[in-house]
Antibody, heavy 123, light 106 residues
Framework: EVHLEQSGAEAKKPGESLRISCQAS????????IGWVRQMPGKGLEWMGA????????TYSPTFQGQVTISADKSVNTAYLHWNSLKVSDTAVYYC????????????????WGQGTLLTVSS | SYELTQPSSVSVSPGQTARITCSGD??????AYWYQQKPGQAPRLVIF???ERPSGIPDRFSGSSSGTSVTLTISGVQPEDEADYYC?????????FGGGTKLTVL
């Protein structure tokens, strides 16, 4: 069974750095993209970007390019989302999800999701 | 950049049919995907590639596509279908979500 386990809730101050994690199990980690999605309080889903753990290739939404760094460590089956300098506006729940593709390369959707990591940034 | 536009809310009575639309210029060229999100839960994929259902999703959920719009149809709506629904598509390997539609079951 595919499972994505995210790191716990964080409370940080503006300007601090942070890395949250998403550990995958139940499938070949290096063969599927992992995407990150932001959900600000009371708002909708925003696609941030994704990483392919097989070769660490990344793609970012223009909105989040340069604001966060997405990475993966295939030795521990874990994807990461990193901020160098947090802002109050980064307060949100962050989800990771597996981006599934079929053998012909067609995207099949984000089929498995982590439980979400709540990030609160406040002075 | 591009946008996917959804109505903010749809209301139906139990047993009726709910239709949630999503419009965007890339939809004639790219597949659409639909996610259900209940309060306090992670999203769940309910439709992929416009009209295919993942295993475990009830067959009252269906999807269709026409031109620049796609539609999620829930036939015989159940109280447990009350949730937020999001469409998703992609352009040049960049994914995008619609703004979400709150489905209220009266």
């Amino acid at each position: 069974e595919v499972h994505l386990e995210q790191s716990g809730a964080e409370a940080k101050k503006p300007g601090e750095s942070l890395r949250i994690s998403c550990q995958a199990s139940g499938y070949q980690f290096t063969s599927s993209w992992i995407g990150w999605v932001r959900q600000m309080p009371g708002k909708g889903l925003e696609w941030m970007g994704a990483v392919y753990p097989g070769d660490s290739d990344t793609t970012y939404s223009p909105t989040f390019q340069g604001q966060v760094t997405i990475s993966a460590d295939k030795s521990v089956n874990t994807a990461y989302l990193h901020w160098n300098s947090l802002k109050v506006s980064d307060t949100a729940v962050y989800y990771c999800a597996r981006r599934l593709y079929d053998n012909d390369g067609f995207y099949l959707g984000m089929d498995s999701w982590g439980q979400g990591t709540l990030l609160t940034v406040s002075s | 950049s591009y946008e996917l536009t959804q109505p903010s809310s749809v209301s139906v009575s139990p047993g009726q049919t709910a239709r949630i639309t999503c419009s965007g210029d890339t939809l004639p060229k790219q597949y659409a995907y639909w996610y259900q999100q209940k309060p306090g839960q992670a999203p769940r994929l309910v439709i992929f590639k416009d009209n295919e259902r993942p295993s475990g999703i009830p067959d009252r959920f269906s999807g269709s596509s026409s031109g620049t719009s796609v539609t999620l149809t829930i036939s015989g709506v159940q109280p447990e279908d009350e949730a937020d629904y999001y469409c998703q598509s992609a352009d040049n390997n960049i994914s995008m979500f619609g703004g979400g539609t709150k489905l209220t079951v009266l």
